[in-house]
């Protein structure tokens, strides 16, 4: 692993934002979901027709430079073989998330990801709106140091030279969309997401389309060769399609619609009981073989619910696998199910 130096790296991958033409699919970042494991089982359920870029779940630049901390939080970046091999095969593209307040932290880590990740692109991550958070001055507590968020991109942009991209919201306290996308608009960013919604109202309401549809007039003026996404509450390909037309963004980024329907970048496909019950078990599975208990069980039972629902026997099912410890639990579970099923 290198950490030293201040050039950027000799990665030659080309620069996927800027090359993208036709709507841009992003499953959003989603701490204790968007793992490995996780973005397997969303690209196995999907249609490759729709398979989406997919983000990582957000590493801390702090944890990431700390010498102890690094083992803590470097999990973030792990991909299974079994993923990699999907990506490549369909020419998904991955994107590191990062966050922070120190330069010269984004830029080493930049360079890391470039260096010694697969990943295709690096994400920073100017819109969480965590407490904890915010009060070191990261995530969307940027919006109010404009300028130091500009020094961070610059920072992760010399790190390494992949496709940079940012992820924010349309204001802190109040809605500042024009100052704010306007300064990440003349930075070198290739991308931007933007999510319709301050940090004071952290998910709560509904997201403001209409104040992302002025970032994307913005962009279009200042510049228009910069992908532009939106994201809240888009539930469907239909939905994302929708918001396209109707606000001229690149693209949609889908967070907690996934939940409602993990098959969501295939939309011609119904679910029934039998798809779900395959890709709980696949989900188990993958999620038992990846972590072997270095991550706790709790994590995946917060996922059964959205392959149990909407068939004969699903809210017995669920609270059955609401009490297991391990993927043998869950096994037995899933067989004493399928033996009472009707023959
Ligand atoms: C469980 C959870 C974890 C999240 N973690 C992150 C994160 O690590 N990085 C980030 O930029 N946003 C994170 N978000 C925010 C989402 O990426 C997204 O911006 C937000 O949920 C709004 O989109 P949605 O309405 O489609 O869910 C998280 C959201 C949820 C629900």
Redesign the pocket.
Known sequence: MTMEGTDATNNTSSNFWKSSTGPIWAL??????TDTVFREVVLRLGHPDHYPILFS??LSTDGFCHPVGQTKVIHRLKINESELELVKKHDVKMVA?IWGTDPEKFHKTARYIAEETPFDGIDI?M??PMKNIIRKGACSALINTPGLAREIITATKEGSNLPLSV?TRIGFKSVVTEGWISNLLASEADALTV?GRIQKRM?DGE?DWNEIGKAVQLRNQINPGMKLLG????KSIEESMQKINDYGVDGV?????IFGNPWLYNPDHEPGMQDKLDALRLHATLYATTWKGEKPWSIIKRFFKIYTNSFNGAPALRSQLMYTHNLEEVETVLANFLAEQPK
């Open positions: 959003a970042p989603m701490e204790d979901v779940e957000f998330q991550n819109g969480c992820k999510h998910s997201a994201n809240g509450d888009v980024m889908v967070g907690r619609g």
